[in-house]
């Protein structure tokens, strides 16, 4: 099992920039294909950007493609998503997750473990 905790989620204005960092405990970090999702008030949850084990593959949403980026520093056992060019549609709660094929995957139910999630909000 993991345990997955993010951070750097935060209040900022449009065309602006966060790192969000998901902090992963337990079993072996770079056993994992690591992932994004993000849930916006009202809506379903979506996918943003999923990552290798290795960080070797990545795979992103049409959507945040060319503003975002997924990474990984299993040395550190953290999980990073590199927001940039924020949009007020970019707004949710943003989770990591986890699952053991360590493929990419944009299904949700493809992973295991969920982190408890860190709020974006863009203001426009």
């Known amino acids: 099992q993991v345990q997955l905790v993010e951070s750097g989620g935060g209040l900022v204005q449009a065309g602006g920039s966060l790192r969000l960092s998901c902090a992963a405990s337990?079993?072996?970090?770079?056993?994992?294909?690591m992932g994004w999702f993000r849930q916006a008030p009202g809506k379903e949850r979506d996918f943003v950007s999923a990552i290798s084990w290795n960080g070797g593959t990545t795979h992103s949403a049409d959507s945040v493609k060319g503003r975002f980026t997924i990474s990984r520093d299993n040395a550190k056992n953290t999980l990073y998503l590199q927001m940039n060019s924020l949009k007020p549609e970019d707004t949710a709660v943003y989770y990591c997750?986890?699952?053991?094929?360590?493929?990419?995957?944009?299904?949700?139910?493809?992973?295991?473990?969920w982190g408890q999630g860190t709020q974006v909000t863009v203001s426009s």
């Open positions: 337990g079993r072996t970090f770079s056993g994992y294909g």
């Open positions: 997750a986890a699952q053991t094929g360590s493929h990419v995957s944009a299904r949700s139910a493809d992973y295991n473990y």
